[in-house]
T-cell receptor
Framework: SQQGEEDPQALSIQEGENATMNCSYK?????LQWYRQNSGRGLVHLIL?????REKHSGRLRVTLDTSKKSSSLLITASRAADTASYFC???????????FGKGTMLLVSP | DTAVSQTPKYLVTQMGNDKSIKCEQN?????MYWYKQDSKKFLKIMFS???????INETVPNRFSPKSPDKAHLNLHINSLELGDSAVYFC????????????????FGSGTRLTVV
């Protein structure tokens, strides 16, 4: 299966610290997307990185992609309590017609 | 104005019952999806419709029947509910079947938490 695997499963940090989450996948991809899910809510699209890109920034988010290792990381800098959520990677894999999501990393940012 | 809205938000029902979940999007998107999120937060695609036509039907029991009366609506009907159907069901939409994957991503509803007792 193409299912992505995020690690860690859970991450607990203090406000102001940086949070790094990783995603690994199995087959070749066209792009990889990151989503955030607040408790009791749907997923919200954060950022997309294409297979020919190595790094992308959006505000306090930095995403990297290493296609040789089939992995991506999401860095949230200067975290805030409002960043508390689950974060999912989703791959647009070659041969698949919908996005395939991982199991997510649960991030807890304490004030 | 909610972009993708699902009703109901919570659904508690007994085994063997039949229930429906409704989804509507006001984004003008062509493609809609149903995902099931289990207790471990794993999201699995169930169905996808493009402009009212079924394009993806993953290995889902035929007790689950999606219906799309128009491209803004995708409802999910479940017959003979079983304990294992308990999960959160998410409706999502994308501009079209390609741009959701390639560009703008999917827009999700807030989910319907189904509990079968």
């Amino acid at each position: 299966s193409q299912q992505g695997e995020e690690d860690p499963q859970a991450l607990s940090i203090q406000e102001g610290e940086n949070a790094t989450m990783n995603c690994s996948y199995k087959t070749s991809i066209n792009n990889l997307q990151w989503y955030r899910q607040n408790s009791g809510r749907g997923l919200v699209h954060l950022i997309l990185i294409r297979s020919n890109e190595r790094e992308k920034h959006s505000g306090r988010l930095r995403v990297t992609l290493d296609t040789s290792k089939k992995s991506s990381s999401l860095l949230i800098t200067a975290s805030r309590a409002a960043d508390t959520a689950s974060y999912f990677c989703a791959t647009d894999a070659q041969g698949y017609s919908t996005l395939t999501f991982g199991k997510g990393t649960m991030l807890l940012v304490s004030p | 104005d909610t972009a993708v809205s699902q009703t109901p938000k919570y659904l508690v029902t007994q085994m063997g019952n039949d229930k429906s979940i409704k989804c509507e999007q006001n984004l003008g998107h062509d493609t809609m999806y149903w995902y099931k999120q289990d207790s471990k937060k794993f999201l699995k695609i169930m169905f996808s419709y493009n402009n009212k036509e079924l394009i993806i039907n993953e290995t889902v029991p035929n007790r689950f029947s999606p219906k799309s009366p128009d491209k803004a609506h995708l409802n999910l009907h479940i017959n003979s509910l079983e304990l294992g159907d308990s999960a959160v069901y998410f409706c999502a939409s994308s501009q079209d079947r390609d741009r959701g994957r390639l560009g703008s991503g999917y827009t999700f509803g807030s989910g319907t938490r189904l509990t079968v007792v």
